[in-house]
């Protein structure tokens, strides 16, 4: 989906528009998360927008194409003959709740990534996981990531408008356009590879190992440690660079 055609959409029907291009973009297998960039653009230059009103209309747009996706991602294996013998197996491996909810968690956290998702969500259909747990894990996902870079353009905001002022300083008084405020691309891929590299710096091993042998209270528990291992380390790694020069 052309970028100029989102925030096309977005501009001329605001919070609809914005549900619309979210759910598109999930929808469609492949694309790249550009809605991402056109809230947080949204968030910035937009004078009345809610949070928690773009977090209900862009990651319900999300989630639902995701849903969308998996669905007939399901639909479309369970014609094949291969697809029929795989979930004759693969519905006893998911007949237990907590492999059905480890794999929700995973989802949930699979949805925080700025990230195509298509290449993991697609190959899970073909093991015919619920659809309702899909729904419930990837909509939270989705909502969450939404609010995260909302409060990245809400926060870029005063940087944005006077990047902008020094650019355009010509520009209409009545504000900018929301395709002008393309150099909040730069911003929001720098907080996409700052979530994508926490989520993959965690030890997930450790997490599902403390969910299986002790709950979801334990292993909530050791994920917050290890969000806080991470923190640490980062924030030791930034010393000592400052310190070095380094």
């Keep these: 989906m052309d970028y100029q055609l989102m925030v096309d959409i977005v501009e001329e029907y605001g ?3 914005l549900a619309i291009v979210s759910f598109i973009n999930n929808a469609i297998p492949g694309l790249p998360p550009f809605y991402l960039t056109v809230i947080s653009a949204y968030a910035a230059v937009s004078e009345n927008s809610h949070w928690l009103a773009t977090a209900l209309y862009a ?3 999300a989630g639902i194409g995701k849903v969308a996706l998996f669905a007939a991602s399901l639909y479309l294996f369970s014609r094949t003959g291969r697809g029929r013998l795989v979930k004759k197996y693969s519905s006893k491996l998911m007949e237990s709740r907590r492999a059905k909810v480890s794999l ?3 989802i949930f956290f699979i949805a925080l990534l700025p990230i195509p998702d298509d290449i993991i969500y697609i190959p ?4 015919f996981y619920n659809l309702l747990y899909f729904s419930i894990a990837v909509i939270t996902g989705k ?3 939404v609010t995260l870079f909302y409060g990245v353009g809400r926060a870029s905001k005063g940087l944005i408008s006077a990047l902008l002022d020094y650019l355009l300083p010509e520009a209409p008084a009545t504000g900018y356009p929301l395709g002008a405020v393309l150099m909040l691309v730069a ?3 720098g907080f996409s590879l700052a ?3 926490l989520v993959l710096a965690i030890d997930w091993t450790s997490v599902y190992t403390t969910y299986i042998n002790q709950g979801s209270r334990a292993a909530a528990k050791t994920l917050l440690k290890e969000v806080a291992r991470i923190a ?3 924030k030791n790694t930034l010393r000592y660079a400052v310190r070095t020069g380094r």
Aim: hydrophobic share 65%; proline share 4%.
């Design 124 to 127: 899970l259909a073909a093991t």
């Design 59 to 61: 990651g319900l747009g």
């Design 187 to 189: 911003v929001s891929l």
């Design 104 to 106: 929700a968690i995973a």
């Design 195 to 197: 979530i994508a590299a």
């Design 143 to 145: 909502l969450v990531l």
């Design 232 to 234: 640490s380390n980062t």
């Design 15 to 17: 919070l609809p528009g």
